[in-house]
């Protein structure tokens, strides 16, 4: 099992983590403070960290840099309330492997730490993804639904890779965003809204079971039954 | 120590040095001429001598010693006739000159050589020094003539008293002077610090006046105004702004507090629990989002760090935007066409310029009603970067167009649309930031037109190492 150290000083937040981390099948430590926190990392073992940056006694950054002073190369996230650009490239230049701002939507957390996984992990990814009965070929860059080939644009052929990639998992449309379009902002109109139904109408449009769904709130999910 | 007491300090110095170097010349021009003038005299007398004892003999020369003394001038001139050996042997009335003697060398020497020989001598009983001169006036006679220099003496110590007197008189008088230029010269700084202290207690609409007394203090004055301008202009700005965040914080915040308390007090199954936290979650992120739009807004106006730019390729952003809106343009059946030239390319920030582009598409396409058309049109023909977004919407009315690109403007005061208005001050900062202007051209019901121009320099950069 994956096991998680969470160092966070707000209970509500700790525990909202910790409880979605234990459903999603993960192992989790939680220290409330940084001196607490940076004990567990360097005397046990984890396979990725989530620290937050404003902690007691120690924080986030300085566990960080002790952590990579010591050579403890944890996958960590940073989460923080500050979102400025040189925020963010602190973060990351100090040892930091991604980083992630308050408030966020725990879908994202828990995709952000699968990536890191992967990465860490060196998951060598198969060409091919599929769900159900729809199937996509990496390389080909085609998809293939009940043995009918999908005519997708680059961009849809993204939008389902990402969906597809994350299966199961519900990404939000700033994830989407982010991921597809390379965007770290909200547009207005509704930008991923309308490009989801398109995609829809060409991989779900004709089938019984539709495995594009919208999460109220959350945003969408591509899986192999009703939501 | 105050700059008036320093300056009147440094002025008052000045003055007394230069006062005192005046006086030491002068006094010792004086003490020279003196000198020479008496020296002069002593010598024309032995000349005038000579001629007469080669006229009228030793007679004529002693009669005119009589002469010479009269009486009363005998305390300060005496004149002796000695023979070469020094012997006197006639002299003037000598009562005020008992101790004087006789240099024999200066004798042998006026008697050898026929030289006019001085000397300063001090003669015991005698107040001041005495210049004393020997010279042969004729064979075996030679003239001594004494004169005391009590008389230079008593000019030179007057000259020294009257200095006195005006120095002890000129350095309060010159103080006084200094001091009244130098509080001249600072009252301006007064009035303007006065100022700030009183702005200090929140009097934002005090200006500071000065009286014409210099172009430096009026130019403090004058930058000193221009700030205060410009800080009540920020303060108002910011009173407008956090009234207006707070006004459209408080409607989603509203919303919330009402679902929650919905779902607490009558939600009764799970569906309807879900369809409050749903609703929540979408309320929050609107939040968020209206918080993160501030703040980028702020980051954009502070500017890009320079380490933060780099080559842009600002045609493919448009074009990738285009590309980003087009399934919404679909959607809401509008015409979206993208004229773009290719390969314009400047020094940026991306994820800034890209933003500023997707806002004003996302803009244009809000406005626009179905069937309407919206277009973007790059062009790098002529040095510098132009990008044009027109569209065929409601339009800006002309009294709010200069307002657009204000924080939190949005042209419908019912601020029933959602969204706020953060868009355009976005771009504009995101433009500004790069050198570059916006601007808009509209006509109410009519569509709306919005330039951004960037400067040619900011198009062919030089290369940077990254």
């Given at each position: 099992m994956m096991r998680i150290l969470l160092i966070e000083d707000d209970a509500t937040i700790?525990?909202?983590?910790?409880?979605?981390?234990?459903?999603?099948?993960?192992?989790?430590?939680?220290?409330?403070?940084?001196?607490?926190?940076?004990?567990?990392?360097?005397?046990?073992?984890?396979?990725?960290?989530?620290?937050?940056?404003?902690?007691?006694?120690?924080?986030?950054?300085?566990?960080?840099?002790?952590?990579?002073?010591?050579?403890?190369?944890?996958?960590?996230?940073?989460?923080?309330?500050?979102?400025?650009?040189?925020?963010?490239?602190?973060?990351?230049?100090?040892?930091?492997?991604?980083?992630?701002?308050?408030?966020?939507?725990?879908?994202?957390?828990?995709?952000?730490?699968?990536?890191?996984?992967?990465?860490?992990?060196?998951?060598?990814?198969?060409?091919?993804?599929?769900?159900g009965d729809l199937s996509i070929d990496l390389l080909a860059r085609t998809a293939v639904?009940?043995?009918?080939?999908?005519?997708?644009?680059?961009?849809?052929?993204?939008?389902?890779?990402?969906?597809?990639?994350?299966?199961g998992h519900i990404v939000s449309k700033t994830m989407i965003m982010e991921r597809v379009w390379n965007y770290n902002f909200d547009p207005q109109t509704n930008v991923v809204e309308a490009r989801i139904s398109k995609l829809r109408e060409k991989i779900d449009k004709g089938f019984d079971i539709p495995l594009i769904h919208t999460v109220r709130g959350l945003g969408y999910v591509l899986k192999h039954s009703e939501y | 120590m105050t700059l008036a007491s320093r300056l009147t300090l440094w002025y008052t110095s000045a003055f007394v040095i230069f006062l005192l170097a005046a006086f030491v010349v002068f006094y010792l021009a004086m003490v020279s001429i003196l000198d020479e003038r008496m020296d002069e005299d002593l010598e024309e007398d032995i000349e005038e001598f000579a001629e007469l004892f080669e006229d009228k003999g030793l007679a004529g020369v002693k009669s005119e010693i009589a002469r010479e003394v009269m009486a009363g001038d005998e305390?300060?001139?005496?004149?002796?006739?000695?023979?070469?050996?020094?012997?006197?042997f006639y002299a003037s009335d000598l009562s005020h000159w008992r101790n004087l003697k006789v240099d024999d060398r200066a004798v042998r020497r006026a008697a050898t050589k026929n030289r006019i020989v001085l000397r300063t001598v001090e003669v015991g009983?005698?107040?001041?020094?005495?210049?004393?001169?020997?010279?042969?006036?004729?064979?075996?006679?030679?003239?001594?003539?004494?004169?005391?220099?009590?008389?230079?003496?008593?000019m030179l110590e007057v000259l020294f008293a009257v200095f006195a007197v005006v120095f002890l008189l000129a350095i309060p008088i010159s103080s006084f002077i200094g001091w009244v230029m130098a509080r001249k010269a600072v009252r301006g700084i007064e009035e303007v610090s006065e100022?700030?202290?009183?702005?200090?207690?929140?009097?934002?609409?005090?200006?500071?006046?000065?009286?014409?007394?210099?172009?430096?203090?009026?130019?403090?004055?004058?930058?000193?105004?221009?700030?205060?301008?410009?800080?009540?202009?920020?303060?108002?700005?910011?009173?407008?702004?956090?009234?207006?965040?707070?006004?459209?914080?408080?409607?989603?915040?509203?919303?919330?507090?009402?679902?929650?308390?919905?779902?607490?007090?009558?939600?009764?199954?799970?569906?309807?629990?879900?369809?409050?936290?749903?609703t929540t979650i979408e309320e929050c992120d609107r939040l968020l989002q209206m918080i993160n739009a501030t703040l980028d807004v702020a980051e954009a106006e502070a500017g890009t760090a320079a380490a933060d730019l780099q080559t842009v390729d600002i045609s493919e952003l448009a074009r990738d935007a285009c590309e980003l809106f087009e399934p919404v343009a679909d959607e809401k059946?509008?015409?979206?066409?993208?004229?773009?030239?290719?390969?314009?390319?400047?020094?940026?920030?991306?994820?800034?310029?890209?933003?500023?582009?997707?806002?004003?598409?996302?803009?244009?396409?809000?406005?626009?009603?179905?069937?309407?058309?919206?277009?973007?049109?790059?062009?790098?023909?002529?040095?510098?970067?132009?990008v044009v977004v027109t569209d065929t919407g409601i339009g800006i009315p002309q009294p709010d167009q200069a307002r657009i690109f204000e924080r939190f403007f949005r042209c419908d005061q019912s601020r029933s649309e959602t969204?706020?208005?953060?868009?355009?001050?976005?771009?504009?900062a995101v433009a500004r930031a790069h050198g570059g202007e916006i601007s808009v051209a509209s006509e109410a019901g009519n569509g709306a037109t919005f330039t951004i121009t960037f400067p040619g320099s900011r198009i062919f950069p030089s290369p940077v190492r990254d």
């Open positions: 700790a525990h909202f983590i910790r409880r979605g981390m234990q459903e999603a099948g993960f192992s989790i430590d939680h220290a409330a403070d940084g001196m607490a926190g940076l004990d567990l990392a360097l005397n046990d073992s984890y396979d990725v960290g989530i620290i937050d940056l404003m902690l007691p006694k120690l924080d986030g950054l300085a566990i960080i840099e002790r952590m990579r002073e010591r050579k403890n190369n944890m996958p960590v996230i940073i989460l923080s309330a500050k979102r400025s650009l040189d925020d963010r490239v602190q973060g990351l230049q100090r040892g930091g492997d991604d980083y992630l701002t308050k408030p966020f939507s725990f879908s994202e957390l828990l995709a952000r730490v699968n990536a890191l996984l992967r990465r860490a992990n060196n998951i060598v990814e198969s060409t091919e993804l599929s769900v639904r009940c043995g009918s080939k999908i005519d997708l644009q680059p961009k849809e052929f993204a939008l389902l890779e990402y969906l597809m990639r994350n299966a | 305390a300060n001139i005496f004149l002796v006739l000695l023979n070469n050996e020094g012997k006197a009983g005698q107040e001041y020094a005495t210049r004393i001169v020997y010279g042969r006036i004729g064979p075996q006679v030679i003239l001594q003539i004494g004169e005391s220099v009590e008389e230079s003496e008593e100022t700030a202290a009183h702005i200090h207690g929140g009097h934002l609409d005090q200006r500071v006046t000065v009286r014409p007394q210099g172009a430096e203090i009026q130019k403090l004055a004058d930058t000193f105004n221009a700030m205060l301008d410009r800080i009540r202009d920020l303060i108002t700005e910011m009173r407008e702004m956090t009234d207006n965040i707070a006004h459209d914080m408080r409607s989603p915040l509203a919303r919330i507090r009402a679902i929650s308390e919905v779902a607490v007090s009558s939600a009764t199954t799970t569906e309807a629990h879900k369809q409050a936290a749903s059946q509008i015409d979206l066409s993208c004229e773009l030239d290719n390969g314009c390319s400047m020094r940026g920030n991306v994820q800034s310029l890209q933003r500023m582009l997707a806002n004003l598409l996302d803009n244009a396409l809000k406005y626009t009603p179905p069937n309407g058309k919206v277009g973007i049109n790059l062009g790098c023909a002529d040095a510098s970067i132009k969204g706020c208005g953060m868009g355009l001050s976005f771009s504009q």
